[in-house]
């Protein structure tokens, strides 16, 4: 997929309404964390953001690392408080939330 690529966002959260509200606004990969996402929320400039949760992204992680890993839910809660949540900043006005 192309950086000017929209993928199309798959949460049973979201309503038609809000999928046309965070419209260009980035989400995370792969796909499969689609279902860590609780809602919408406004950004300081009043743009629609998607909006996760911390809980269900480690959860979706820790499935990845069950049986590679000694403590899998450790494992993914450094990922997504390293990785995730660092990236947030680089990801512009429009990132995510993580809550």
């Known amino acids: 997929m192309s950086d000017d690529e ?3 966002v798959k949460s049973p959260a ?4 809000d999928l ?6 980035p989400v995370f990969d792969p796909p ?3 279902v860590a996402i609780t809602g919408i929320a406004l950004n300081d400039d009043g743009d629609a953001v998607v909006v996760y949760s911390f809980d269900k992204l480690v959860e979706c ?7 590679e890993s000694d403590d899998p839910w450790q494992d993914a809660t450094d990922w997504v408080e390293y990785n995730t949540l660092g990236s947030l900043q ?7 939330r993580v809550e």
């Open 61 to 67: 992680y820790a499935n990845d690392y069950e049986g």
């Open 6 to 8: 929209i993928r199309l």
């Open 32 to 34: 499969s964390l689609d």
């Open 14 to 17: 979201l309503t038609p309404e």
């Open 90 to 96: 680089m990801m512009g006005p429009r990132a995510p």
């Open 20 to 25: 046309v509200a965070i419209m260009g606004a």
